[in-house]
């Protein structure tokens, strides 16, 4: 599998940006192509960890993690691509990732 990862700088506390990202109602807020309904999401405060998953059925998830860094936090994305995925269609999703991530940064900035 195709892996990949993105990493956004937030000036904020772990807790303000793991309460927005851990919240399946507030997926319309900052990843606005998803249905916050279709989707299961697995987090854990303690190690800062909030996963999701499709609902109907097993496959490969996202990896998200919430890591303290001084005064802020880094949030940080994982996802996997099957074997064969088209180069096209995986730089259409980083650039996907890379607005969610900016609309993450805004919201629990503001």
Not at 16 to 43: K, N, Y
Not at 45 to 60: I, K, N, Q, Y
Not at 75 to 86: A, D, I, N, S, V
Request: with cysteine; glycine share 8%; aromatic share 8%.
């Amino acid at each position: 599998m195709q892996t990949i990862t993105e990493t956004i700088s937030i000036a904020a506390e772990p807790r303000t940006v793991f309460d927005l990202v851990s919240d399946p109602r507030q997926l319309p807020r900052w990843a606005p192509g998803v249905d916050h309904t279709r989707v299961t999401v697995r987090a854990s405060r303690e190690h800062g960890t909030v996963d999701f998953f499709a609902a109907e059925g097993p496959g490969p998830g996202v990896y998200t993690r919430v890591l303290p860094n001084g005064e802020g936090v880094e949030y940080q994305f994982t996802m996997f691509f099957p074997e064969g995925t088209p180069q096209t269609a995986v730089a259409e999703q980083v650039s996907v990732v890379r607005g969610e991530l900016k609309a993450v940064r805004e919201l629990c900035e503001a």
